[in-house]
């Protein structure tokens, strides 16, 4: 996100709450450094990514578009992903090397296993962020 970008604040008010929302928008778009407070209708969603909070009062959605550029976001994962698919790679060489299981200390050994095994858990994280983001 860039310095002084603001993005819009979407809320759905709880029954009763609409009115003294209105009156505090102004507020709500000085706390949250909002480019404008938009009033959803009852049983209207908000579509497309979001950050939401729920409150006593409301419920609250920032759409991530205005966050973030969602394709540059989607880049910089895809990058991420492809070093660890490196990385991981290298490392089940290594492990797979009878050489080097053999005259590697254990404490290595464990130490390159252990480092897979992360590698392959932060793959298949970024690999769920990565199609929630283009979903």
């Given at each position: 996100m860039q310095p002084g970008h603001k993005a819009r604040l979407l809320l759905k008010p709880?029954?009763?709450?609409?009115?003294?929302?209105?009156?505090?928008?102004?507020?709500?778009?000085?706390?949250?450094?909002?480019?404008s407070v938009e009033f959803l209708k009852e049983g209207q969603t908000p579509e497309g990514k979001l950050v939401s909070a729920v409150t006593g009062g409301a419920e609250l959605f920032i759409p991530l578009g205005d966050l973030v550029d969602l394709d540059k976001e989607a880049q910089r994962l895809q990058k991420e992903y492809d070093n660890l698919t490196g990385e991981i790679a290298r490392a089940q060489g290594r492990l797979n090397n009878p050489g080097f299981l053999s005259k590697a200390p254990e404490a290595l050994v464990l130490q390159d296993k252990q480092k897979l095994e992360d590698n392959i858990a932060m793959q298949q994280t970024l690999k769920q962020r990565l199609s929630d983001l283009r979903n």
């Open positions: 709880q029954i009763g709450w609409e009115d003294a929302l209105k009156e505090a928008s102004a507020h709500f778009m000085r706390l949250a450094s909002a480019s």
